[in-house]
C-alpha cells in the first residue's frame, strides 16, 4: 500500500506539471485565433495574413515535432520543455510590437519551432516514469488540457484588447517555463523523474513495410482530415461565428468557449463510450460512424440558417471528427507497441496533421472571400466524406487494430 501511495503521489506530481505545461502550450497557440477577428477590425491585418500566420505556424510545428522528437529521447525534459515554453512566452510577446506581416509571420513561426519542443519529452517523461495506468490517464490529461486551454485563451481575448492579450500570455508563458524547469529539476533531484539509460546498438532499424501494412498510409490520410477539423476549421469558428453567423465579438468568444469546453470530454467519451462499449473495440465501425455524423451534420449547417441551431450542429461535426481522432492517437497509435516504432508513427502522422491542418488553413483564408462560407462548410463536409470512404470496410479484424 505504501508503494502504491508512493507511485501515485508521484504520478500526480510529474502528471500534474506535465498537464499544465501543455495546458500553456496550447493556450498560446490558441490565441492568436480568438483575437483575429479584432485584429482584423482594428488594424490593417486581413484574413489572409492571418491565415498565411497560421500556415508558417504549423508548417514549422509539424517539421519541429518530428526533430525535436528525437532530441526528446536524448536530452532531459526541463531543458527542451523550460526553454520550449519560456520562448514561447518571448515571441507571444514580441507579437504586437512589429506592423510588418513578413516580421510577424516569421516571430509567429518561431513560436511554432519553440511549441514543438514541449509535448515528445513531455510523453516521455510521462512514459518513463509512470505506471503504463497511470501514464494513460496522463494521456487522457493532455488532451483534456488541449481543449480547456481555448476558452482561456478566450477568457484571456474578453479582458484584454488582442495587444495586451498577447502580452500577458506572452509573460505567463516565460514565468511558466522558469517554473517547470525548476519542478522537473526538483522531479530529479527526488526520483520521480529518471532517465533510462540507452544500451549502445539497442536502436532497431525502421521497419517502414511493417507500419504500411499495419495501415500507415490509411491512418495518415485520417490524420490529415481530422488535422483540418480540429486545427484549421477551429482556428476559424470564432470568425465564422462573428461575420457568418453575426454574433458579436465578445458572444462568438463565448460560444466558442463552450464549445471547446464540450470538446474537453472528447477523448473519454471516443474510447470509453464509442470505441470500447457501443462497437466493442471495433476501430473501423467507430471512424465510419463518428465520420458520417460529422459528415451530415456539416451539411446541416449549409442547409440550417437559423444562428443558434446552426452552433449546434458545428459543435457536434467537431465533437464527432474529434472522436475520430482521439481513436487515431489513443487507440491505434498504442497498438503498435510490437513493432517498436509507437514514437516514429506517431510523429509522422502528427506531423502530417499539422501540415494538412497549415495547407488548409491557408486555402479557407483565400475560400472566406472567394468562394464564401457557404461553398468552404460543403468542403468541410466532403472531408468527412472522404473519411467515411477510408474507413471502409468496416469489418473488425484485430483488438485495438
Known amino acids: 500500500m505504501k508503494k502504491l501511495s508512493h507511485e501515485l ?7 500534474t506539471m506535465c498537464i499544465i505545461s501543455y495546458l500553456g502550450c496550447y493556450l498560446a497557440r490558441n490565441l ?14 486581413t484574413y489572409e495574413n492571418i491565415g498565411t500566420l497560421s500556415t508558417v505556424y504549423m508548417v514549422v510545428y509539424a517539421f519541429g515535432q518530428l526533430v525535436n522528437g528525437r532530441i526528446g529521447d536524448m536530452l532531459r525534459a526541463k531543458w527542451l520543455v523550460g526553454i520550449g515554453l519560456f520562448f514561447t512566452g518571448v515571441f507571444n510577446f514580441m507579437m504586437p510590437l512589429f506592423d510588418s506581416i513578413f516580421v510577424i509571420t516569421v516571430v509567429y513561426g518561431a513560436s511554432g519551432l519553440f511549441q514543438s519542443m ?13 505506471t503504463a495506468h497511470y501514464a494513460h490517464r496522463c494521456a487522457l490529461g493532455f488532451s483534456v488540457a488541449s481543449f480547456l486551454a481555448t ?18 500570455c506572452g509573460g505567463a508563458m516565460m514565468l511558466l517555463g522558469v517554473a517547470c524547469y525548476v519542478c522537473f529539476d526538483i522531479f530529479e533531484r527526488r526520483g520521480i523523474v529518471k532517465y533510462k539509460e540507452r544500451v549502445k546498438g539497442e536502436r532497431q532499424k525502421a521497419d517502414y513495410p511493417l507500419l504500411i501494412k499495419r495501415g500507415l498510409i490509411r491512418f495518415t ?21 462573428n461575420t457568418y453567423l453575426g454574433f458579436s465579438d465578445d458572444i462568438s468568444a463565448v460560444i466558442f468557449s463552450v464549445i471547446t469546453v464540450i470538446k474537453a470530454v472528447n477523448p473519454y467519451v471516443a474510447i470509453l463510450v464509442v470505441y470500447e462499449k457501443l462497437f466493442k473495440r471495433n476501430m473501423n465501425l467507430s471512424l465510419l460512424i463518428m465520420f458520417l455524423i460529422s459528415a451530415v451534420t456539416f451539411f446541416g449547417m449549409f442547409l440550417v440558417s437559423e444562428p443558434f441551431l446552426n452552433v449546434l450542429l458545428l459543435t457536434v461535426a467537431l465533437f464527432t471528427s474529434g472522436c475520430a481522432a482521439s481513436l487515431l492517437f489513443s487507440v ?10 509507437v514514437s516514429t508513427a506517431t510523429g509522422f502522422v502528427d506531423a502530417a496533421s499539422y501540415l494538412g491542418a497549415g495547407v488548409a488553413n491557408l486555402l479557407f483564408a483565400n475560400a ?3 468562394i464564401g462560407w457557404g461553398w468552404l462548410i460543403i468542403s468541410w463536409s466532403a472531408l468527412m466524406v472522404v473519411g467515411i470512404l477510408i474507413s471502409l470496410p468496416f469489418k473488425k479484424a484485430k483488438p485495438d487494430a
Open 32 to 45: 492568436l485565433s480568438v483575437v483575429t477577428p479584432e485584429m482584423v477590425s482594428e488594424t490593417s491585418f
Open 221 to 241: 490520410i485520417i490524420a490529415v482530415l481530422t488535422g483540418i477539423t480540429r486545427t484549421s476549421v477551429v482556428f476559424w469558428t470564432p470568425t465564422y461565428l
Open 118 to 130: 514541449i509535448y515528445a519529452p513531455l510523453m516521455r517523461s510521462i512514459a518513463e516514469n509512470t
Open 332 to 341: 491505434w497509435c498504442p497498438s503498435l507497441a510490437d513493432t517498436g516504432m
Open 9 to 15: 503521489k508521484s504520478a500526480l506530481a510529474l502528471g
Open 368 to 370: 472566406i472571400t472567394t
Open 151 to 168: 476558452p482561456a485563451a478566450s477568457v484571456v481575448s474578453m479582458i484584454f484588447n488582442w495587444k495586451y492579450a498577447f502580452w500577458v
